[in-house]
């Protein structure tokens, strides 16, 4: 069965500084993978998403993900923070179902 | 494109009462996903519909909730009776089918409705 594990509930960084956000994944097919962000008060949106085609992801907004298979990880970065990236950040992987199975999310807050 | 629509975008309601919610999909989609996120429990799915037809439904929590996919730009999620527990963020997403070719595509998702139940 799929499943996403995000570590770290709370992620707060200075403006400028380096994002890394932590995504594992557990499958027992290659899996399809997924980066929503959730403002406040709206739907979560894509950032980005990794269907095998290359392992380093790039997606809106500066973000990019890599996936390594090695570590099972599909952690999403960003060289320099800005305060507009506060939001919550889910990981997602599909399900052979087609549906798919978020993270617990993570919070990042951006400190000036 | 006008997105995945979602009304009402707030719910105020009393413990009892019937609350029905709405959803738009993306014209063209035939994927229909309802969510629902707390802060406990974070982003659950309930249900979702592949050509109008539900396909799994076991995230659905008890038989008070109920959904619907009358037709491909339209469903309703409803809670009869409601509870207080209840009170959360509801989402609908939409995508286009699994299996299309070059998939697996993107959900898109609504503005949420936010339900009260007191």
């Known amino acids: 069965a799929q499943s996403v594990t995000q570590l770290g509930s709370h992620v707060s960084v200075s403006e400028g500084a380096l994002v890394l956000l932590r995504c594992n994944y557990s499958s027992s097919v290659p899996p399809y993978l997924f980066w929503y962000v959730q403002y406040p008060n709206q739907g979560l949106q894509l950032l980005l998403k990794?269907?095998?085609?290359?392992?380093l992801v790039k997606g809106i907004n500066g973000f990019e993900a890599e996936f390594k298979k090695s570590e099972t990880s599909f952690h999403l970065t960003k060289p320099s923070a800005h305060m507009s990236d506060a939001a919550e950040y889910f990981c997602a992987v599909v399900r052979s179902q087609g549906n798919l199975i978020f993270g617990k999310g993570t919070k990042l807050s951006v400190k000036p | 494109d006008a997105g995945v629509i979602q009304s009402p975008r707030h719910e105020v309601t009393e413990m009892g009462q019937e609350v029905t919610l709405r959803c738009k999909p993306i014209?063209?989609?035939?994927?229909l996903f309802w969510y629902r996120q707390t802060m406990m429990r974070g982003l659950e799915l309930l249900i979702y519909?592949?050509?109008?037809?539900?396909?799994?439904d076991s995230g659905m929590p008890e038989d008070r909730f109920s959904a619907k996919m009358p037709n491909a730009s339209f469903s309703t999620l409803k809670i009869q009776p409601s509870e207080p527990r209840d009170s959360a963020v509801y989402f609908c997403?939409?995508?286009?089918?699994?299996?299309?070719?070059?998939?697996?595509?993107?959900?898109?998702f609504g503005p949420g409705t936010r339900l009260t139940v007191l």
């Open positions: 519909f592949n050509n109008n037809v539900p396909i799994d």
């Open positions: 990794y269907t095998s085609a290359a392992t």
């Open positions: 997403a939409s995508s286009p089918s699994w299996g299309v070719s070059g998939g697996p595509y993107e959900q898109f």
């Open positions: 014209s063209g989609h035939n994927s």
